[in-house]
Structure formats: structure tokens, C-alpha cells
């Protein structure tokens, strides 16, 4: 399984910037698929999760109402849409997947129960 992300990069606060994520070797609209980030000298934080199987998606209350995660299942990829960014969203942003749709609310708290992790992209946003 190896799962790419792009899309990172430095904005404003205030900005968006899209995350794509091309999957090979897992099915994006099987299993559970999400974003975690983890920032300098900070935990990994699930930021949001997608239950494949019925479209229940999650997110972190930091990124509530700013974030929405989505699927393309034509091309396999998974997306992350940042708006409204500020500079605490700084991080690298990882791309996961699981074999199992349900456990996206265990995903969110603990990301390091992902089956399959990406290499991970930054997001820098400047004040």
C-alpha cells in the first residue's frame, strides 16, 4: 500500500490550501481513510476521518467547520480542504487508511492506529 500526498505549502492565515492523497494498492471508498498532523514538538493529532463504507465523516473541534475531507474514487484519492487557516494549523499532514471502516473515532483519537501512513506534506501558515 503507498499512500502520496501533496498539496502542502506556506499561505496566510486566513488562506486554503487543498491536500490530495493518491492511494495504490488500497481502495479509497473501502475501509477508513483520514488526515493526521502532527506539529514540531507536538503529538500526532487526528484531524479528520471518513468511514468509507457510509460517508460518516469526523473531525477534529480545532478544524470544525474550516476542514472537509472528501473522495474521488475515479482516481483513487482522497482530499483535505483547508480553509480559513490559521498558524496554529502549522504541521505536517499525513494521508491514512485502515482496513476497517468503523473505527474512525478510535482513528481520531489515536493516529497512530492507522493501518497505512503517506510520507506526509507541510503545511506552513505565516501571521
Known amino acids: 500500500v503507498q499512500l502520496q500526498a501533496s498539496g502542502g505549502g506556506l499561505v496566510q492565515a486566513g488562506g486554503s490550501l487543498r491536500l490530495s492523497c493518491v492511494a495504490s494498492?488500497?481502495?479509497?471508498?473501502?475501509?477508513?481513510v483520514g488526515w493526521f498532523r502532527q506539529a514540531p514538538g507536538k503529538e500526532r493529532e487526528g484531524v479528520s476521518c471518513?468511514?468509507?463504507?457510509?460517508?460518516?465523516?469526523y473531525y477534529a473541534d480545532s478544524v470544525k467547520g474550516r476542514f472537509t475531507i472528501s473522495r474521488d474514487n475515479a482516481k483513487n484519492t482522497v482530499y483535505l480542504q483547508m480553509d480559513s487557516l490559521k498558524p496554529e494549523d502549522t504541521a505536517v499532514y499525513y494521508c491514512?487508511?485502515?482496513?476497517?471502516?468503523?473505527?474512525?473515532?478510535?482513528?481520531?483519537?489515536?493516529?497512530?492506529?492507522?493501518?497505512?501512513r503517506g510520507q506526509g506534506t507541510l503545511v506552513t501558515v505565516s501571521s
Open positions: 494498492g488500497f481502495t479509497v471508498d473501502y475501509g477508513a
Open positions: 471518513m468511514n468509507s463504507r457510509i460517508g460518516d465523516t
Open positions: 491514512a487508511a485502515a482496513n476497517s471502516p468503523f473505527l474512525c473515532p478510535i482513528l481520531q483519537r489515536t493516529p497512530t492506529e492507522y493501518d497505512y
